[in-house]
């Protein structure tokens, strides 16, 4: 298993970056808040996960070890795989997925993209020994407000999410009014509203 990943940024895409190992060239798989971090030329150091499947080998990159084991964990559930759990953390960070799971709460599971009410459900059975207590240090809640720089977070995790720039600017732009209408932007929230714009138009 290849544990971590270290070396200067060569490329950056929407969901994946390419560090340079030793003159190879590494594709990542990363969510939109670990990308957000890199800049090409720079040195990063990515915790990984390799997942393989009989046609392909897939590499995904966390911004620490606590995200990678979250990820590896939430694929324990039936019917999670990895761009599923990937997903999940692109919404939520680990801590706030463990809040989740401690507090019962749907509406943060189904904030993410492919999970709906029964499905939350059944991950949330699923999850309550596995996923261990809150650790306090995460980064916030799905109802946890977010009052700076909520655009840029929802652009990020849309783009992640595998939309086109054009799509995700739209959908910002269709969620602003909405945004503006609160005084604590939440970004789940938001997120949620700005895949229904999107479900509508495509």
């Known amino acids: 298993m290849i544990a971590f990943v270290s070396g ?21 798989q990363c969510t939109p808040n670990t990308l957000s971090t ?22 995904y990159g966390f911004a620490d070890d606590d995200e990678r084991q979250t990820f590896e964990l939430l694929q ?26 401690a507090t019962a709460d749907e509406k943060a599971l189904t904030a993410v993209p492919g999970i709906g009410k029964k499905g939350a459900q059944k991950l949330l059975l ?12 995460g980064g916030p809640a799905i109802g946890t407000a977010v009052t700076s720089g909520w655009s840029d977070q929802l652009h990020a995790a849309l783009i992640g999410l595998g939309y086109a720039t054009r799509e ?9 009014p909405q945004a503006e209408a609160s005084e604590k932007p939440q970004v789940g929230q938001l997120l949620k509203a700005a895949l229904q714009t999107l479900n509508r138009t495509r």
Not at 9 to 19: F, G, H, M, N, Q
Not at 83 to 100: K, T, Y
């Open 8 to 28: 200067p940024v060569a490329a950056l895409a929407p969901d994946a970056a390419v560090v340079e190992v030793g003159g190879v060239g590494m594709a990542i």
């Open 126 to 137: 699923e999850y309550k020994d596995r996923l261990g207590e809150p650790l306090g240090t």
């Open 168 to 176: 995700a600017d739209e959908a910002v732009a269709a969620v602003t």
């Open 38 to 59: 890199l800049r090409i030329g720079q040195p990063a150091k990515l915790a990984t996960s390799l997942v393989v499947r009989e046609d392909s080998l897939t590499l």
């Open 76 to 101: 324990t559930a039936s019917g999670v795989g990895p761009r599923l759990a990937q997903a999940m953390l692109a919404v939520h960070s680990p801590d706030a997925l463990r809040r989740a799971v």
